[in-house]
C-alpha cells in the first residue's frame, strides 16, 4: 500500500512537471502564437532615441541650414535667407500640427494610396497614451514634424536673393499641404508607393528629390538674379556655411538612424553608413574639384559632404559600408559635376545649388539603394521574388512618380501666388538687398 501511495505521488509529480513544461515551452518557444492579440507596448529605450533623433533633427534647419544658407548668400542678404529658414520652421510646425500630420500618416478608415485621412487634424485623439510601434505618437508626429520642415526649406537654396518673403511664405504653406504631405503618404503612411515596394529609408525622395525639383521650378520660374554672370556673388561667410554644414552632418544621424524608429542595430548600421558616405563624397568633390580647378576650396568640400548626406538618405537602413563608401563617392562627383558643369551649361541660376545637391544627390542615392540592398554588397537582401534590376526599375519609378508630382504641382502654386501677390522683389530692392527692404534691418 505505502509503495502505491508512492507511485503514485511520483506519477502526479511527473504529470505536474510535464505540464508545466508545456506551458514554459509554449510561452517561450512560440511567442508568435499571441503576438497579434497582444498590444504594443511603450520602450523607454526607444523613446529617448527618438526624442534625441527628433531634436537632431531640428538642429538641421535651425541653426544648420540656416547657416549653411546664409553664409553662401551676399551680405546684404544674409538675414533674409536666415530668416527663411527659422520662419518655415514656425509655418510649418503649426501646418503639420492642424492638417500635414493627418493628410501624410492617417487613412481615415480606410487605406489611400494617394492621400491620409482626417482623423489627426489638430492632432485630434492623439492622447498621452497613443503609440507608434514602441514610441509614443506625439514623439512619431513631432519627429516627422521635423522632415516636414526641413523639406521646403531646402527649397530656398534655389531662389535666394530675389523672392518676395510674402510669397515665400504662401508658396511654403500650400507647397507643405500639397506636394509634400501626399508624397510623405505615397512613401510613408501606406500609400503606392510603399505598396509597389519603393524602398526609401530616410528621405530620398520624400525630402530631397520633391525639394530639389521644387527648387529647379522656382529657380526656372522666377528667373535668375539680377547681375548673374556678370556681378561678384561669391559667398560672404564661408566660415558660417561651414558651422551649417557641420550642424547638418551632427544632426543627419537623427534624420538617418532616428529614421529605424528604435535604438537597434539597424539604427546603428544607418549612422555608420551615414558617417562612411559623407566623408567619402566631401572627399570625392574636393578631388574633383582639386582637379579641374587646381585649388581644393571650402565651399567644394562642404557642398560635397551635404551630397553624401543626401545620397546615403534612402539607403541608409539598406546598405552595408561598402555600398556607402561607393554611394558616397559616386554621389560626390556626380553633384561636383551638376552644379559646376551642368548648371552653367544649361544657364539656370539655382542660387546656393538645391537641385544640384539635392535633386541629383537624392535621385542618385534612390537608385542606388536599389543596387547596393542586394546581400551581394553587404545590404539586407532583396524581398523575396525581387530581382536587382527589378528593384532599381521600382527606385526609378519611385523617384519619377516624386519628380512629376512636385514638379507640376510646385509650377502651378507658383503661378497661383504670382498672379495674386506678386513672386519677385523689384529690381531696386534686389540690388540693394533684402535684409534692409523686406525686414529693416543689416548685418553689421
Known amino acids: 500500500m505505502m509503495t502505491r501511495k508512492i507511485d503514485s505521488r511520483r506519477n502526479a509529480t511527473r504529470a505536474s512537471a510535464l505540464g508545466l513544461g508545456v506551458f514554459a515551452a509554449v510561452l517561450t518557444a512560440a511567442p508568435g502564437a499571441f503576438a497579434q492579440d497582444a498590444a504594443p507596448t511603450l520602450d523607454k529605450g526607444d523613446t529617448a532615441w527618438m526624442l534625441t533623433s527628433t531634436a537632431l ?5 535651425i541653426p544648420g541650414l540656416a547657416l549653411f544658407y546664409g553664409g553662401m548668400v551676399r551680405k546684404k542678404n544674409v538675414l533674409a535667407t536666415a530668416m527663411q529658414s527659422f520662419a518655415i520652421t514656425c509655418l510649418v510646425t503649426v501646418i503639420w500640427m492642424v492638417a500635414g500630420y493627418s493628410l501624410a500618416f492617417t487613412d481615415g478608415g480606410a487605406a489611400n494610396p494617394i492621400i491620409g ?22 514623439v512619431f508626429m513631432c519627429f516627422q514634424m521635423t522632415f516636414a520642415i526641413i523639406t521646403p526649406a531646402l527649397i530656398c537654396g534655389a531662389f535666394a536673393d530675389r523672392m518676395k518673403f510674402s510669397a515665400m511664405l ?51 520660374v522666377l528667373g535668375k538674379r539680377e547681375g548673374y554672370g556678370r556681378d561678384n556673388m561669391a559667398p560672404h561667410n564661408l566660415v558660417l556655411s561651414l558651422i551649417g554644414a557641420s550642424l547638418l552632418w551632427v544632426g543627419w544621424f537623427g534624420f538617418n538612424a532616428g529614421s529605424e524608429l528604435a535604438a537597434d542595430g539597424t539604427a546603428g548600421m544607418a549612422m555608420t553608413v551615414t558617417q562612411i558616405a559623407t566623408a567619402a ?4 568633390w574636393m578631388f574633383y574639384e582639386w582637379a579641374g580647378r587646381g585649388k581644393p576650396s571650402v565651399l567644394g568640400i562642404v557642398s560635397g559632404a551635404v551630397a553624401g548626406l543626401v545620397a546615403i538618405t534612402p539607403a541608409s537602413g539598406f546598405v552595408g559600408p561598402t555600398g556607402a563608401l561607393i554611394i558616397g563617392l559616386v554621389a560626390g562627383v556626380i553633384c561636383a559635376w551638376s552644379a559646376t558643369w551642368l548648371k552653367p551649361k544649361l544657364g539656370y541660376d539655382d542660387s546656393l545649388d538645391a537641385f544640384g545637391v539635392h535633386g541629383v544627390g ?83
Request: aromatic residues 10%.
Open 170 to 220: 504662401w508658396f511654403m504653406g500650400l507647397w507643405s499641404v500639397i506636394v509634400y504631405s501626399p508624397v510623405a503618404h505615397w512613401v510613408w503612411g501606406g500609400g503606392f508607393l510603399g505598396g509597389l515596394g519603393v524602398k526609401d529609408f530616410a528621405g530620398g525622395t520624400v525630402v530631397h528629390i520633391n525639394a530639389g525639383v521644387a527648387g529647379l521650378v522656382c529657380a526656372l
Open 117 to 138: 485621412g482626417l482623423s489627426r487634424i489638430f492632432l485630434g485623439g492623439m492622447g498621452v497614451d497613443a503609440l507608434t510601434g514602441s514610441i509614443p505618437e506625439s
Open 281 to 284: 563624397a566631401a572627399l570625392a
Open 57 to 61: 533633427v531640428l538642429l538641421m534647419t
Open 362 to 444: 537624392g535621385f542618385v542615392g534612390a537608385i542606388l539603394t536599389g543596387v547596393f540592398i542586394s546581400k551581394t554588397f553587404g545590404g539586407v537582401g532583396l524581398a523575396e521574388g525581387v530581382s536587382l534590376g527589378g528593384q532599381v526599375w521600382t527606385q526609378f519609378l519611385g523617384t519619377l512618380a516624386t519628380i512629376v508630382w512636385s514638379g507640376v504641382a510646385s509650377f502651378a502654386i507658383l503661378k497661383a501666388v504670382d498672379m495674386t501677390i506678386g513672386l519677385r522683389v523689384s529690381k531696386e530692392v534686389e540690388i540693394e538687398g533684402l535684409d534692409i527692404n523686406l525686414h529693416g534691418e543689416v548685418l553689421h
